[in-house]
Nanobody, 116 residues
Framework: QVQLVESGGGLVQAGGSLRLSCAASGSRLGISAMAWFRQAPGKQRELVARIMASGTTIYADSVKGRFTISRDNAKNAMYLQMNSLKPEDTAVYYC??????????WGQGTQVTVSS
């Protein structure tokens, strides 16, 4: 079983920055990819950014050029550096881990609130 714990959320003014962290622990199944998703009130959960085992990264169009996803394999951690934050970035951000067997694991989420 894999456990994911997010941290780093909070309240920030528009134009500010936050760095989210996701710490992974538990079973060492082969990891296919790790990702950040977000869900705003009344909206569906959406992909923000994904980093593949190869290191390839994918971003939602809405965050390209502002957010950067990264991994530290030695620490079993993933990060999301968020710059130039906008009020529309306000959401609960979730860490996701997908294994080679297509198992998916989720963290409990961390709230990000951007004030205008």
């Amino acid at each position: 079983q894999v456990q994911l714990v997010e941290s780093g959320g909070g309240l920030v003014q528009a134009g500010g920055s936050l760095r989210l962290s996701c710490a992974a622990s538990g079973s060492r199944l082969g990891i296919s990819a790790m990702a950040w998703f977000r869900q705003a009130p009344g909206k569906q959960r959406e992909l923000v950014a994904r980093i593949m085992a190869s290191g390839t990264t994918i971003y939602a169009d809405s965050v390209k050029g502002r957010f950067t996803i990264s991994r530290d394999n030695a620490k079993n951690a993933m990060y999301l550096q968020m710059n130039s934050l906008k009020p529309e970035d306000t959401a609960v951000y979730y860490c996701n881990l997908a294994t080679m067997r297509d198992d998916n694991y989720w963290g409990q989420g961390t709230q990000v609130t951007v004030s205008s």
